[in-house]
């Protein structure tokens, strides 16, 4: 049932596309009829006379055609408008006119010709090949029959082949698609990732930026403050020095707080005149009555602060002092040892010298009377005896005198050494009474100076803990600026899928074949998150879709393949029939009368494949 219906249903649309075919032959005719009659009309106007010999337009008439001319009502016609010869301008210029569009017409017409001369051309062919393959007589039912399915058959190839066709450039146009969406995702991205670059380094510098700035502020606050305190300092000490009168300590030391003919010049000037010289230092209008109760006890501290000033500078005059007469003392002394050094050296130099030459004179004496007495033994020997203990007792008196001599340098120089030890270990203990002292001062200024030291540190910490909670503010608006970046990049990804997608609409309503990329007009829109998570879900949605759509497209094919094979098996059925009709055919005679039915359907098959090869392959 269901092939029969199927070939009713093809039955229906050859005649159908038949019938379609004789009117456009028939159009055909016509349009080369009118083309004939334009041409003759166009040599008559040319052989005609010119407008300017006629004197009224009565006298000249259009030719007449067989479809027959509109009559007008214009300024050229007879009954109004204007006369003259402002009529013969307007009728030659409307006559050029009618000459132009009837050009143009016959132009369009010889290319519809040509159009259906290519489709008469190739429907020849096409009725070439098939009369090759009719059997040898054609006037047969039989025969008739066998091209009517032979011609089915060939349509039925050309429709699968067009349907496949079809399928294959919708593929490729999908494909195409999906390369331009891919590229145009890539390139968003990579002008993304250019963009979140570029804001880390902007965000970078300017973090480094404010980081600079804050090490400038910081090393400005420190120098503030370090003025402050010498500013503060310098004010305590001459307002308690207005009321006080203070001595210099002297021409040879400057005070901490400046040259004496200075401090006198601020001391005998105004406090109007301090306050401009303190012209960072302001007192505050309101607490006027609490000021001099402060001011007063900005004097106690001051003054205090001069007695210790003055205290340590007395100590510390007296340790000098004590330390000069030391160092002088000691130097004196060091220049007696010195002396009494030299001295023991050159006494021990002039013994050992002594020591040297005595041996050599004890021998020359000794040798002298050996030889005296040589030759003058004979002569004196009683002499000889007389003389020997004199010289004996002579030697004896000289060592006992160098002997005692020897004893009293030991002795002085024992005692020069005990006085100097003495002295050494007197300057040893003024010195560490002076290095005490010292010491005791500078553990003072050193406690002040820790003390110092620690509320600066608080401060700065104060400003460093201040400063981190700054940058982690910033940090803060960097990653929100981030964040805030990323969701802007993926809201401009959604809206190059979404145009991109619109013009792929728009190309597939206006041309199947090319696909054309409309320019991508993104512009800031402000969207909430949720909206942009459905409009996700959306486009996964459609993306689906067209995926099932492509999958029954294919199905479609497939079954359009079974169908083919359908019809070849209904074709092996038709050739069954066809057998049958010739075992007809041969019982019963064939008649002119019964053959115009087969003609009727050659003529048919035929202008339905004209129709096909000029509708469909243009």
């Not at 082949?161 to 990579?190: N, Y």
């Not at 005896?385 to 004896?396: F, G, I, L, S, Y």
């Not at 110092?452 to 982690?472: C, M, N, P, V």
């Not at 809206?495 to 609409?505: F, G, I, M, N, R």
Request: with cysteine; hydrophobic share 35%.
């Amino acid at each position: 049932m269901q092939n029969d219906a199927l070939i009713q249903r093809l039955k229906g649309e050859l005649q159908e596309a038949a019938e379609a075919g004789i009117a456009e032959c028939r159009a055909a005719e016509d349009l080369r009829k009118r083309n004939d009659d334009l041409q003759s009309e166009l040599v008559e106007c040319k052989l005609s006379p010119p407008l300017s010999t006629l004197s009224t337009s009565s006298e000249w008439r259009w030719p007449t055609r067989s479809s027959g001319v509109k009559a007008r009502g214009s300024i050229t016609s007879s009954e109004g408008g204007v006369a003259g010869p402002l009529r013969k301008q307007h009728l030659a210029a409307q006559f050029d006119a009618d000459m132009d569009e009837y050009i143009r017409e016959n132009e369009e017409l010889k290319e519809k010709v040509t159009t259906l001369e290519k489709a008469n051309r190739e429907l020849e062919k096409v009725t070439a090949e098939i009369n090759e393959n009719q059997p040898r007589s054609p006037q047969s039912p039989a025969g008739s029959a066998k091209v009517g399915l032979q011609v089915q058959h060939v349509a039925r190839n050309i429709a699968r082949d067009r349907a496949e066709e079809e399928l294959k450039r919708e593929v490729e146009i999908e494909k195409c698609e999906v390369a331009a969406l891919q590229q145009s995702l890539e390139k968003f991205k990579r002008e993304a990732a250019f963009e979140l670059q570029k804001a880390r380094a902007e965000v970078e510098e300017e973090r480094a930026a404010k980081e600079r700035d804050i090490r400038k502020t910081e090393q400005a606050r420190e120098k503030e403050v370090q003025w402050l305190h010498n500013e503060l300092d310098a004010a305590k000490l001459r307002y308690i020095a207005r009321g006080v009168p203070r001595q210099s300590p002297g021409p040879s030391e400057v005070p901490a707080f400046g040259k004496p003919e200075k401090m006198a010049s601020i001391l005998i000037e105004e406090p109007a005149s301090l306050a401009d010289e303190l012209g960072h230092f302001v007192w505050p209008a309101e607490e006027d009555s609490n000021l001099e109760a402060e001011i007063s006890e900005l004097r106690e501290e001051l003054q205090m602060m001069e007695q210790f000033h003055a205290a340590e500078t007395e100590s510390s005059h007296r340790a000098k002092e004590e330390l000069a007469k030391t160092e002088v003392a000691l130097r004196t002394e060091i220049q007696e040892v010195q002396g009494l050094r030299r001295a023991l050296e050159a006494q021990r130099g002039a013994e050992v010298k002594t020591e040297k030459i005595k041996p050599s004179e004890e021998a020359e004496t000794a040798e002298k009377p050996a030889k005296a007495e040589k030759a003058e033994t004979a002569e004196k020997p009683a002499k000889t005896e007389k003389v020997e203990p004199r010289e004996k007792t002579k030697d004896a008196k000289n060592a006992t005198a160098q002997d005692a001599s020897d004893k009293k340098g030991l002795k002085a120089t024992k005692d020069v050494s005990k006085d100097a030890k003495g002295m050494e270990s007197k300057n040893d203990a003024i010195k560490k009474e002076a290095l005490e002292m010292a010491k005791q001062e500078l553990q003072g200024a050193l406690k002040e100076k820790q003390e110092e030291i620690t509320s600066l540190k608080r401060a700065a910490d104060h400003r460093a803990a201040e400063q981190a909670q700054e940058l982690a503010a910033y940090a803060n608006s960097a990653k929100l600026r981030e964040r805030h970046l990323v969701e802007r990049m993926e809201h401009f990804e959604s809206l190059a899928q979404t145009s991109h997608q619109e013009a792929k609409v728009q190309s597939r309503a206006e041309a199947k074949v090319q696909s054309q990329e409309s320019p991508l007009q993104l512009q800031p829109l402000k969207t909430e998150v949720a909206e942009l998570k459905l409009w996700k879900e959306e486009e996964l949605a459609k993306q689906r879709s067209e995926a099932r759509r492509l999958g029954s497209e294919r199905a479609e094919a497939e079954k359009l393949k079974a169908q083919a094979a359908a019809l070849f098996d209904e074709a092996d059925q038709e050739r069954q029939e066809l057998q049958r009709m010739r075992a007809l055919s041969l019982q019963e005679p064939s008649s002119p009368s019964k053959a115009k039915p087969a003609d009727s359907e050659m003529l048919r098959t035929l202008a339905a494949l004209r129709y096909i090869d000029a509708h469909l392959y243009p």
